[in-house]
């Protein structure tokens, strides 16, 4: 299995999909989201999953990764770019956003993709893909915890793909 991202380009996330993008929410968080296409499936392949985060915000969470971004049940092995906030064929979870130190931005609007901000320095984005051998049917705002509870025994086969975003 591989992912690939024509929004990462040499290792670099580009601009629009961070606080340089030019798609905000009512928030003023960064809402186009990463396209991406996943290729070489496993036979068998129902669904994908992903999960992207950014490890290197602990120190500034003091301890915890940032979710940019849950999504499960897709059923198609292409996301277009900024179709986290148009697609009906796939349910999203809630990200770091909706916690007191993203704000507490509504559940609602927490529900779709949460762009890149880093406060500090370069971030390390990664961008787990997962390929399922079933349908998980969570609901709308699920949580991390909840997505790897339901995917446990279904995995088979897992990519992750890596983007810097630069703190300018």
């Known amino acids: 299995m591989k992912v690939i991202s024509s929004g990462i380009k040499n290792g670099v996330i580009l601009d629009k999909f961070g606080d340089r993008g030019t798609q905000f929410n009512e928030n003023g968080i960064p ?26 915000a602990c120190p500034v969470t003091k301890g915890f990764a940032w979710i940019h971004w849950l999504a499960a049940d897709i059923t198609r092995w292409e996301l277009k770019e900024n179709e986290s906030k148009t697609a009906k064929d796939f349910v999203q979870g809630c990200n770091s956003w ?37 349908i998980l049917g969570l609901q709308r705002g699920f949580y991390l915890n909840e997505l790897y509870h339901a995917m446990e025994g279904h995995i088979l086969d897992s990519f992750t793909l890596k983007g810097i975003y630069p703190k300018l």
């Not at 609007?109 to 971030?123: A, E, N, R, W």
């Open 31 to 56: 809402s186009c989201s990463l396209p991406f296409q996943a290729e070489n499936l496993p036979e068998h392949t129902k669904s994908l999953a992903l999960v992207l985060e950014d490890k290197d």
């Open 98 to 134: 909706t916690s007191i130190q993203g704000g507490e931005q509504s559940k609602e609007l927490s529900c779709y993709y949460g762009g890149m901000t880093p406060p500090d320095k370069d971030h390390l984005y990664e961008l787990h893909v997962f390929a399922l051998d079933t």
